[in-house]
């Protein structure tokens, strides 16, 4: 095939979009994307580039056969600068104990892994010489290096890095300290009474920290759940990782209320650090039920994937889940502007499901190309209607699929929450629809800078900002997460979190002194300033970016320019202010 | 009536050093060889009973080595009652970013918190880079407590967290609920190990 005329000069196509709305559906299926992660991970990274494509036969045809690396050229990592960069030293510790997690059966195996784990790292920053490594990084990467074939593991590595990672991957925890802020009001907005709860234990829900900066990658037990939360957080905005964050902390308000009454202050930390048990729904082995289709992809991979003309994905309407109980709610502790939760492009859409039939049901265990033990599933159907994922935000803390066969660990502990990933999944997207990122009361227009993964990223690849202009994104943490606004008083012990709340907003904030550079205090109250006006203007291209669908593109890239342009301003004007001030 | 206490401790230390494997060792006699890297921090509690059948319950914080997780420690170390520092013996560098850690917590932390200099990793005795006169004649400049420890065959773990449990009674005022509420009729709840998910399939495979 040719489609050389489809592709311009940078490698990307638009012809290439995935169709992000069927994909999220698809990551939602017991066992997520499966077999195609090979082309979606990719694709979904904005991983298009000719040169991979002609070295790696890429898009590769390996629906139906596991990759095979052995003959291929040589990886197509750039030349890399031979000075070592400064955290590699901390890299080599980290990788020296990697493969924990996921077990390998042979030692020697295992130090082959670590080492081309190291390797992998090391390209990566040896590349970006900017951006810093972080202890947790290396296992985001485990999960792309286990999961996708060689080739693949350089560039997939570095544009999640560049464009869903960067915030983490500057100078400091700053960032993620601001996203563990936007969770906490996720919780505040989903369960009042228990976010009050966690409220008096911590400052800041920092059990989740590891979730979020690691894309839970540190802390989901086996590959093939990893791989799947991995199938859910690419196919949309970076910032869904703290609505699924939020999902598992909701999951396990029986615990963490049974913990309260032992008061054991600093089990709740333990508790909510470690992930409730999770499991995968029954799947079904079912030839046909590989559902990819409209991927954007070339003629030469529709072929690969079989069916493709079988997805069968409707826009409903009517979401199965009813929200209208909870935005009721809502509208009646909250004033100010309302949100619409049927604006989300991506909730307002179902996989429609094949029938249940439970004489296929399987879980295979096998060996990978790494000789990683996995639990794994094949092409398989969907077992559990969507519809029947349970829509309150007290989220069941026990599987409500009872009529379903579960595939039980036989260690699965009797006290530990049972979640399975499927429904956790929906009620993450459920907790996105109901308080949404424009959503006044998460004021993430006051926590996270324009240049922050969260403003910047974008579903066409075109919108992002290019490779090393993200790279260079990580030098201004300032424009990444905004000095921190000092919270109003939490909440009272009383359940009535909502109208204490409220209360709160209508306090003076005072800005915190900011603690790393106390003495510029004049300059940062000047930069907040600037960023928070610019920030608003952003912030609205953002709303209505995400408040639209994928099919107005002229208008969207309009918009996305003016953001562009915002940024850029905003970027030189805060250069300025750091001259001026002799920084 | 015995008496009973509870502190707080947390774990400071550069990277790699053993923090979390020492907790391991202390909490639950386990020892892994490849231990993953702690992100943030990890809470477990173990009880110490003491001859005298005092038991002091220890709050345990074990925090993250690297460099970039150090703002988050002050959390860690602000209400902390004690304070374990470790260094790895084979690698100088690790002494002095302990020394480091103990200059930030004489500065920061309460003062009167207990600290302990600990050497951790003595089974690697062969590669020593740290004379035990070397770190001896700082923790007692400095008047902190010092052992060297195994995680690994156990070797002074015991003794170095028995030690801070008889010396904390005499010299920082347990905290009011640490007094009044101990594990009296309750069995001296094990630790609960933050960063991994008991999820049994993966023991075996550990060879």
Not at chain 1, 83 to 89: A, G, M
Not at chain 1, 213 to 242: G, K, N, W
Not at chain 2, 76 to 93: E, F, H, L, P
Request: glycine share 6%; hydrophobic share 35%; with cysteine.
């Amino acid at each position: 095939m040719d489609h050389s005329d489809t592709v311009p000069a940078d490698g990307v196509s638009t012809n290439y979009q995935p169709d992000w709305t069927v994909l999220r559906g698809l990551s939602l299926r017991p066992g997520g994307f499966r077999k195609q992660r090979d082309q979606l991970w990719p694709r979904l990274l904005g991983v298009y580039n000719d040169e991979y494509e002609g070295r790696a036969g890429y898009p590769p045809a390996t629906s139906t056969a596991a990759p095979s690396t052995e003959d291929e050229p040589p990886l197509p990592i750039p030349s890399p600068d031979p000075s070592p960069h400064d955290d590699e030293h901390q890299i080599k510790l980290d990788t020296e104990r990697s493969f924990v997690l996921y077990p390998v059966d042979d030692v020697k195996d295992r130090d082959d892994l670590k080492s081309e784990l190291h390797q992998l790292l090391v390209s990566i920053f040896r590349k970006r010489r900017k951006l810093s490594y972080f202890q947790g990084y290396h296992d985001i990467v485990t999960v792309i290096f286990l999961t996708l074939p060689k080739e693949l593991q350089f560039p997939c590595t570095e544009k999640l890095s560049l464009h869903r990672v960067r915030d983490s991957m500057g100078a400091t925890l700053e960032p993620v300290l601001g996203l563990l802020r936007i969770l906490q009001k996720v919780l505040r907005l989903a369960d009042p009474p228990l976010a009050s709860i966690l409220d008096r234990h911590a400052p800041l829900p920092f059990y989740a920290l590891s979730n979020l900066l690691t894309l839970f990658s540190h802390d989901v037990a086996t590959l093939p759940l990893i791989q799947h939360v991995f199938d859910y957080l690419l196919c949309r905005p970076p910032v869904a990782a703290i609505y699924l964050a939020a999902a598992i902390v909701l999951s396990r308000k029986s615990e963490v209320e049974r913990l309260e009454e032992e008061g054991e202050e600093g089990m709740v930390h333990s508790l909510l650090s470690s992930l409730p048990e999770l499991y995968e729904d029954t799947i079904l082995d079912d030839s046909s039920s590989s559902n990819v289709t409209n991927i954007g992809a070339s003629a030469e991979s529709q072929t690969a994937i079989p069916s493709a003309g079988q997805a069968e994905t409707e826009i409903n309407p009517t979401p199965a889940y009813d929200v209208k109980e909870e935005v009721f709610e809502l509208e009646k502790n909250c004033p100010g502007p309302r949100f619409d939760s049927g604006e989300d492009s991506f909730h307002d859409h179902q996989t429609k499901l094949e029938p249940f039939d439970d004489d296929k049901t399987l879980l295979d265990s096998e060996t990978d190309d790494h000789g990683v033990q996995t639990t794994h599933s094949e092409d398989k159907t969907l077992v559990s209607e969507l519809s029947t994922i349970p829509a309150t935000p007290s989220f069941p803390l026990e599987a409500k699929h009872a009529d379903e066969k579960v595939p039980d660990s036989p260690h699965a502990s009797s006290h530990r929450t049972r979640v399975s990933m499927t429904s956790l999944l929906a009620h993450a997207d459920e907790l996105f629809a109901l308080y949404p990122p424009t959503h006044p009361s998460l004021c993430i227009s006051e926590i996270m800078g324009p240049q922050s993964v969260v403003h910047t990223w974008s579903e066409t690849p075109s919108d992002l900002p290019d490779d090393d202009e993200a790279e260079a994104m990580v030098t201004h943490p300032e424009l990444i997460v905004l000095p921190y606004i000092e919270e109003p008083e939490p909440a009272s012990e009383d359940d009535s979190g909502m109208d204490e709340k409220d209360k709160g907003k209508t306090r003076r904030r005072k800005l915190k002194k900011p603690s790393r550079l106390g003495d510029v205090v004049v300059q940062r109250k000047l930069m907040l300033a600037g960023a928070v006006l610019a920030l608003s203007v952003a912030m609205a291209v953002y709303g209505v970016r995400v408040g639209r669908g994928n099919e107005d593109h002229v208008a969207d890239r309009h918009l996305k320019m003016f953001g562009s342009w915002v940024t850029g301003v905003l970027l030189a004007a805060s250069e300025r202010m750091i001259d001026g001030f002799g920084l | 009536m015995s008496k009973q206490y509870q502190f707080k401790l947390v774990l400071l230390g550069e990277s790699a050093v053993g923090k979390s494997s020492l907790v391991l060792r202390f909490v639950k006699d386990q020892f892994d060889d490849y231990r993953e890297s702690t992100i943030g921090a990890a809470f477990l509690t173990q009880t110490v009973t003491l001859e005298d059948q005092t038991s002091v319950k220890f709050e345990i914080w074990d925090t993250a080595g690297q460099e970039r997780y150090k703002s988050l420690a002050p959390m860690y170390y602000r209400n902390a009652n004690c304070a374990v520092v470790v260094y790895d013996i084979t690698q100088s560098a690790s002494l002095e970013k302990a020394r480091t850690w103990i200059r930030e917590l004489q500065r920061q932390a309460d003062p009167n918190i207990v600290i302990a200099l600990c050497g951790n990793k003595t089974d690697l005795a062969a590669r020593r880079q740290v004379t035990q006169e070397e770190a001896k004649k700082y923790a007692e400049e400095e008047g902190l407590m010092w052992g060297e420890t195994s995680a690994k065959t156990g070797e002074g773990v015991n003794d170095i967290f028995t030690a801070i449990a008889k010396k904390l009674p005499l010299i920082a005022p347990p905290s009011a609920r640490g007094a009044t509420r101990g594990a009296a009729g309750a069995p001296a709840r094990t630790g609960v190990d933050l960063n991994k998910q008991p999820v049994a399939q993966n023991e075996p495979c550990n060879c």
